[in-house]
């Protein structure tokens, strides 16, 4: 299993921010504002959102 840094997020709210992220970037949205934006919207880092992006990455998570 991949490691996190912050395991303080719910993994569930994890697989949401994903969501969100992966989401943003195919509707065409530009990387760097899909991480800021959705950083913003679940009040995390956009280190966080870095994180989580490889996690789910890793692990498959919906919608991949």
Known sequence: MPERQDDTIPLEQRQTIFHAVVTAQDSGKAVALSRLEVARQFCVT???????EREGLANQWPPL
């Open 46 to 52: 956009e280190e966080q959102v870095k994180e989580i």
